[in-house]
């Protein structure tokens, strides 16, 4: 196993001497002050946030722990408020939307400085993966100027490794054309997507595709185990959001989890309740702050996603920390008979079945849990139908009615950049 490109990359840009934790440690002190007096001084909203805050006692990560969160709400409620450098430095601005509610939009803002170390790490983060022999289609937003996707082909061209940008997935035939034609050996993409191709035309797909790296929305097990496809695909996980600068971390060849873009981000994992640290090993909220980010700086931020710090050492030998795999949405989960049902724990049942191509879990007070499967056609769909079915009663021990329908290419390219989520229907409300 080669260690991470990540490890080198972050020594030389740190210009640490030591590759130790220590030393990391101290450098990341360093920024998070600077980041805290950048946007003090620079942004509106932390001039109020940070009104009480000396920074000058600032001297340990202890006390860097005292530091005001900053929330999604925050950002939604004053998105202006948050730049800090003039408008025409502005080349990029993100907008998003995750409920669908108009005027619940969030915006991200970024200069060209923060575009180009968005590059860098995706320079060096994809080497974890793909070389000059690969041809990568990226299923991510793209090509226009500052989207991930343009982004991801200026990183590679520094590798001169030939990328085609081809935008969310949204025509099916279009793309499997394309993996054909291009020789395609590493897709880029939303995981429920590329499950999704994977089982569409297993045929074309596993005939060229012998990498993938999921991103933008956290991963199930179930998903990864079928993807690998018993090891003919190797199956990366990227864990980012736009936030980040879209990207976070990447796994290494030991596939156990993120390397974190440490030079740039600093991550705590704190107890949803009591906003403490957790311990390393122990689950909680990821929470991140940006170093010499520009127009948008975030300090504390949190994220909603649940995941925590690995105990061991990776085995590709790095002394970088490794992050295990985010396991979803800290609100991703419904009560039903006292018991607390995650979407993952759904995931782990429904998607293990190769037929079935996509799904959505609903949920009202009155019906209780609705899964509506998408099942590829020609195939017996009653036996799947009633086996998803027991296995969720007598896993998880709730009541469910399951309906099904055939894949009609349209329900699950749909879906975009949205995170996948248990839905919550009116009905009987
Ligand atoms: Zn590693």
Redesign the pocket.
């Known amino acids: ?1 080669k ?2 490109p990540l490890e080198n990359w972050i020594v030389e840009r740190t210009q640490i001497t030591k590759r130790s934790q220590k030393a990391l440690k101290d450098y990341q002190l360093e920024q998070l002050i600077n980041t805290l007096k950048y946007a003090k001084t620079n942004s509106k909203f932390y001039e109020k946030h940070l009104n009480s805050v000396d920074i000058s006692t600032i001297k340990s990560f202890e006390e860097y722990e005292r530091i005001p969160f900053t929330s999604e709400h925050d950002i939604r409620r004053d998105n202006y408020d948050f730049v800090a450098v003039p408008h025409r430095e502005i080349e990029r601005i993100v907008t998003l939307n995750t409920s669908g509610t108009t005027g619940d939009e969030k915006r991200i803002f970024f200069t060209h400085e923060d575009l180009e170390d968005t590059i860098d790490f995706f320079h060096y983060g994809m080497n974890c993966l793909v070389d000059e022999r690969d041809k990568v289609l990226v299923l991510l937003p793209g090509p226009s100027y500052g989207s991930i996707g343009d982004l991801l082909k200026k990183a590679l061209e520094q590798s001169n490794i030939e990328c085609i940008v081809e935008g969310v997935l949204s025509d099916v035939e279009k793309t499997l054309t394309c993996i054909e034609e291009n020789n395609i050996t590493c897709i880029i993409g939303i995981p429920m997507q590329v499950l999704y191709l994977s089982r569409i035309k297993p045929e074309i797909f596993y005939k060229h595709i012998k990498k993938v790296l999921l991103s933008t929305d956290y991963v199930p097990d179930t998903l990864v185990k079928k993807l690998s496809n018993e090891g003919v695909c190797k199956v990366f996980n990227h864990y980012g959001m736009t936030e980040m600068g879209y990207g976070g971390g990447v ?4 596939l ?1 989890g993120y ?1 974190l873009r440490e030079n740039h981000l600093y991550f705590e994992i704190i107890d949803p309740i009591t906003q403490k640290h957790v311990l390393d090993g122990e689950y909680g909220e990821v929470v991140f702050t940006t170093f010499a980010r520009q127009a948008m700086p975030l300090i504390r931020y949190k994220t909603g996603d649940m995941a925590r710090f690995s105990t061991k050492p ?5 002394f ?1 920390r ?1 992050m295990d795999k985010v396991i979803g949405r800290i609100d991703n989960k419904i009560s039903l008979n006292q018991h607390e049902i995650h979407l993952r724990q759904l995931d782990e049942l429904i998607l293990q079945f190769n037929d079935v191509v996509d799904y959505r879990a609903e949920f009202n007070e009155k019906d209780a849990l609705h899964v509506k499967l998408t099942l590829r056609e020609n195939f017996n769909s009653k036996s799947v139908v009633k086996e998803i079915q027991n296995n969720i009663v007598s896993d998880l021990d709730i009541e469910v009615k399951v309906e099904w329908k055939w894949d009609d290419y349209s329900s699950s390219i749909t879906n975009s950049m949205i995170k996948r989520k248990i839905h919550y229907s009116n009905k009987g409300r």
């Open positions: 196993m260690v991470t796994e290494c060849e030991c156990k390397h990776c085995a590709c030998g790095t970088l490794t």
